[in-house]
T-cell receptor, first 115, second 116 residues
Framework: ETGVTQTPRHLVMGMTNKKSLKCEQH?????MYWYKQSAKKPLELMFV???????ENNSVPSRFSPECPNSSHLFLHLHTLQPEDSALYLC??????????????FGEGSWLTVV | GENVEQHPSTLSVQEGDSAVIKCTYS??????FPWYKQELGKRPQLIID?????GEKKDQRIAVTLNKTAKHFSLHITETQPEDSAVYFC???????????????FGSGTQLTVLP
């Protein structure tokens, strides 16, 4: 199943590095999301984009900067992260962010370790 | 905002037995409740969902029940098999405060282990 693909799958970065996570969806969806998954915590919604426009920012620190150049691609730019930012970052997409009942399809995730 | 609580956090059952996972939600306006299964090292995948106008839905060995009055919903897996071992997440959808979009709020997950 390759509906939502994420790269890289694993990333180790220092606290002063700048890196980016990439997501691409091949499902023809209009909405894309970034979620953070930490151990023993619920999935946390970070950002929502609908047709390339940011719809919501769930109080995410500015060291995380999303970019959505088109409805099929989503990036998460990382800068001066902290060790507590180490987590699995999941990209997802759905047909329409404004309607309930839209199935959210997740990518395989990018495992981020900040050292 | 929405708050979704999920119990238990871990659950072990013998193969062939049933497993039940329960979730409660706080926002009475929530109207869509999906369940996701995440196997080790893999992505969360939707296994079943229910809308607020339905009380129960079944798909083979999996069923979900919803009690809107009590604001809780449950996942039932019958005749469990080792391949059912995974983390299961419940979720509820509600509207962002801005009204611009709906979001899924997830429970904290249940690690289900089916013992052979």
């Amino acid at each position: 199943e390759t509906g939502v693909t994420q790269t890289p799958r694993h990333l180790v970065m220092g606290m002063t590095n700048k890196k980016s996570l990439k997501c691409e969806q091949h499902l023809g969806h209009n909405a894309m999301y970034w979620y953070k998954q930490s151990a023993k915590k619920p999935l946390e919604l970070m950002f929502v984009y609908s047709l390339e426009e940011r719809v919501e920012n769930n109080s995410v620190p500015s060291r995380f900067s999303p970019e959505c150049p088109n409805s099929s691609h989503l990036f998460l730019h990382l800068h001066t992260l902290q060790p507590e930012d180490s987590a699995l970052y999941l990209c997802a997409s759905s047909q329409d962010v404004r309607q309930a009942g839209n199935t959210i399809y997740f990518g395989e995730g990018s495992w981020l370790t900040v050292v | 905002g929405e708050n979704v609580e999920q119990h238990p956090s871990t659950l072990s059952v013998q193969e062939g037995d049933s497993a039940v996972i329960k979730c409660t939600y706080s926002d009475s306006a929530s109207n869509y409740f999906p369940w996701y299964k995440q196997e080790l090292g893999k992505r969360p995948q939707l296994i079943i969902d229910i809308r607020s106008n339905v009380g129960e839905k079944k798909d083979q060995r999996i069923a979900v029940t919803l009690n809107k009055t009590a604001k809780h919903f449950s996942l039932h897996i019958t005749e469990t098999q080792p391949e059912d071992s995974a983390v299961y997440f419940c979720a509820a959808t509600n509207q962002f405060s801005s009204g611009s979009a709906r979001q899924l709020t997830f429970g904290s997950g249940t690690q289900l282990t089916v013992l052979p």
